[in-house]
Antibody, heavy 121, light 110 residues
């Protein structure tokens, strides 16, 4: 059974750095073409893709957030970590991680439940 | 402003059909596979359609997808109250080197 679970501080202050962790089970990021994406959703708004890391450690970022994001993986721990610097109240959102079993076909077949992050002083 | 354009809302009576469109360009829908996601209130998105028209095994055949040139569509037939949700299309954009989603379509069962 494939599962993903996101974790992060529920509250961060403006200008701080947010660290999001996606712990997964039931698959390996060593598998050819496997990847994991991060997606966020501000309250009442649409999904926004943030970043993706591939089985071969290729990394892709949202063009609008590229300078603030860093994605990494720990294959032995089955974790993907996303850091976002210089947090702003507009970054208040629910953050999801999702498995993408084939980077070329580009679909997210299993999602975590999400973790809600509020940015406020 | 989303790269992929979806109608904000569609509605129909129970048992009827709704079609949700997703319009893009040659750098995304025109050259990449499209997927569709259902998000029920307060829950994570769920994969409905992948590779333009394939359904995961647990998704009923009331949901179908298609693609033509730079547009894609999701059709829901035999509409049920439990289908009330937000629906998103998504794909890869080769110019942006980024995954893109539509702004979402809210389906209301009258």
């Amino acid at each position: 059974q494939v599962t993903l679970r996101e974790s992060a501080p529920a509250l961060v202050k403006p200008t701080e750095t947010l660290t999001l962790t996606c712990a997964f089970s039931g698959f390996s990021l060593n598998t050819t073409k496997m990847c994991v994406s991060w997606i966020r959703q501000p309250p009442g708004k649409a999904l926004e893709w943030l970043a993706r890391i591939d089985w071969d450690d290729d990394k892709y970022y949202s063009p609008s957030l590229r300078t603030r994001l860093t994605i990494s993986k720990n294959t032995s721990k089955n974790q993907v970590v996303l850091t976002m610097t210089n947090m702003d109240p507009l970054d208040t959102a629910t953050y999801f991680c999702a498995r993408m079993p084939n980077m070329i076909r580009g679909y997210m077949d299993v999602w975590g439940k999400g973790t809600t992050v509020t940015v406020s002083s | 402003q989303s790269v992929l354009t979806q109608p904000p809302s569609v509605s129909a009576a129970p048992g009827q059909k709704v079609t949700i469109s997703c319009s893009g360009s040659s750098s995304n829908i025109g050259s990449m596979s499209v997927s569709w996601y259902q998000q029920l209130p307060g829950t994570a998105p769920k994969l409905l359609i992948y590779d333009n028209n394939k359904r995961p095994s647990e998704i009923p055949d009331r949901f179908s997808g298609s693609k033509s040139r730079t547009s894609a569509s999701l059709v829901i037939t035999g509409l049920q109250p439990g289908d009330e949700a937000d629906y998103y299309c998504g794909t890869w954009d080769s110019t942006l080197s980024a995954h893109v989603f539509g702004a979402g379509t809210q389906v209301t069962v009258l």
